[in-house]
């Protein structure tokens, strides 16, 4: 492979990020995917330097229908799904702002205001990035930015931000459901369509199977 370069060589996208994975697979979309968590760590760097956040652990984690992203330990690990189960990626707008969810959690590890408030900072300071040019320094590491530009941007803002609050008062639900756990959890509202035509169930307990069903009982309207 021509195109991949020796880690070694290559310049730390992000220094408070200490380690960026992706899934294993064939080398092509392994290196499309870590290239893409290269970018987002790229664009949040200035934020992660100014709130004083460490990532220590940056993973690709796989598609599946209970969250978009998960922060293990106040950042000891974040996860994040990149791509759709056809294999194409998220937009970059939904990972960023996936990612500013799981940077918050590493201040709140719930969803309280103080947490919501802390989300919006971010996914504000991201854009007043964006508007200046940043898109991450370094060569390769640029998150381009002109996928989400053009007609219609104000509402897709909108529409976006909708679906991060359904998202977000989905999450909500389930935290309440679980009872708390270690790991924070943003769920993909897309979740609970798939679910209701979803006919096989996870490997898990009953318990797992029942929060499931109570989920798509809680959101019926959802579309
Ligand atoms: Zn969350």
């Known amino acids: 492979m021509v195109h991949l ?3 070694e060589t290559e310049v730390n996208p992000n220094p408070h990020v200490n380690f960026i994975t992706a899934l294993p697979s064939i080398p092509e979309i392994q290196e499309e995917s870590r290239q893409l968590l290269r970018a987002l760590a790229a664009q949040v760097k200035p934020i992660m330097k100014s709130h004083g956040f460490v990532v220590n652990s940056l993973e690709e984690y796989e598609y599946n229908q209970v969250f978009a992203g998960r922060n293990w330990n106040h950042g000891e690990t974040v996860e994040l799904v990149l791509r759709r189960p056809g294999g194409e990626f ?10 500013c969810h799981e940077l918050a959690h590493i201040k709140h590890m719930n969803h309280g205001p103080g947490f919501q408030a802390l989300w919006k900072l971010l996914r504000l300071e991201v854009r007043q990035l964006q508007e ?10 640029s ?3 002109a996928e989400d530009e053009g007609k219609g941007k104000g509402k897709r803002a ?3 931000r909708a679906r991060e609050e359904r998202a ?14 270690e790991a924070s959890y943003y769920i993909l509202p897309s979740t609970f369509i798939e679910l209701h035509s979803a006919q096989q169930q996870a490997p898990g307990r009953s318990k797992k199977r029942h929060l499931r069903k109570m989920m798509v009982q809680r959101i019926p309207k959802m579309a």
């Open 5 to 7: 370069r020796l880690n």
């Open 90 to 99: 998220y937009p970059t707008s939904w990972l960023m702002s996936t990612l």
């Open 132 to 141: 200046r040019g940043y898109y991450g320094d370094g060569e390769g590491n």
């Open 143 to 145: 998150l381009g930015g």
């Open 158 to 160: 909108a529409s976006n």
């Open 168 to 181: 977000l008062a989905a999450e909500r639900r389930v935290q309440a459901l679980l009872g708390g756990k």
